[in-house]
């Protein structure tokens, strides 16, 4: 098992206004897994994330990720997770403009201890296996949506994190862009010779059918589910109809 979460709890606030978020999270991932993470907007997806991600610490229960345990850590005491286990993939790229494809990866390289060789290899390794092998000098203005997303997958998957967090990865893309974002999540997760993990909240149901498993985060706790039961049968219909009718 890569990660496990158990009866994780978080709420914010306190008295009357206390709002208790989280309810007793139980998750697990095998490596090499690609799991969507659904649920209605403000239900607590994004805070989950941020303590299995080492960034916020919960009120109880417990993260083990590897040989990480953590949870209810202070986020100060996450370094090593942050920086040996957790790689994030968020919705905006966060790339740095003036700087080409190669450089983006290499700086977040650089900027964990690795020298310039390293960084410079590595990084052009990551985009290669993302699909970018002949734009390493792009910046980010000669680069599609699609693309850009993908320097920004290839910086996490340089870093040789065996877990992703992606944050709604397709929200600032077309369909057909964000689709291939999930085949290329497909290909990392099922690489068989060196297989990543990766969570991925998303509110859009034709992708979250595409992943290996899904999870319905409500009313603060998760359950596994299915496109059928967590969508309705109306939108599994609509969504079965448009893909028949778009053949070429």
Wanted: net charge negative.
């Amino acid at each position: 098992m890569l990660l496990e979460v158990d009866d994780l709890r978080k709420g914010f606030g306190s008295g009357r206004r206390r709002i208790e978020v989280l309810k007793g999270i139980d998750l697990q991932i095998e490596q090499g897994e690609l799991v969507a993470l659904m649920g209605p907007s403000g239900c607590g997806k994004s805070t989950l994330l941020n303590i299995i991600g080492g960034l916020l610490a919960g009120d109880s229960g417990s993260v083990q990720l590897n040989e990480f345990k953590y949870g209810t850590r202070n986020p100060a005491g996450n370094v090593k997770v942050r920086r040996h286990a957790v790689g994030w993939i968020f919705q905006d790229f966060h790339l740095v403009e003036h700087l080409s494809a190669l450089d983006n990866v290499a700086l977040a390289l650089g900027l964990s201890g690795a020298s310039d060789s390293e960084s410079n290899e590595r990084a052009a390794d990551a985009l290669t296996r993302v699909g970018l092998g002949d734009r390493l000098d792009h910046i980010p203005d000669q680069l599609s949506g699609g693309q850009r997303q993908r320097v920004a997958i290839a910086r996490a998957v340089a870093g040789r994190r065996p877990l992703l967090l992606a944050d709604e990865p397709t929200g600032n893309l077309d369909s057909r862009s964000g689709e291939g974002i999930l085949e290329l999540f497909h290909d990392l997760c099922h690489d068989t010779e060196n297989p990543i993990s990766i969570l991925m909240v998303t509110h859009d149901p034709v992708l979250a059918a595409k992943a290996d498993r899904m999870l319905l985060l409500n009313d603060g706790v998760t359950a596994a589910s299915d496109i059928r039961s967590a969508w309705g049968d109306e939108i599994i219909d609509s969504i079965s109809g448009d893909e028949g009718g778009e053949e070429e």
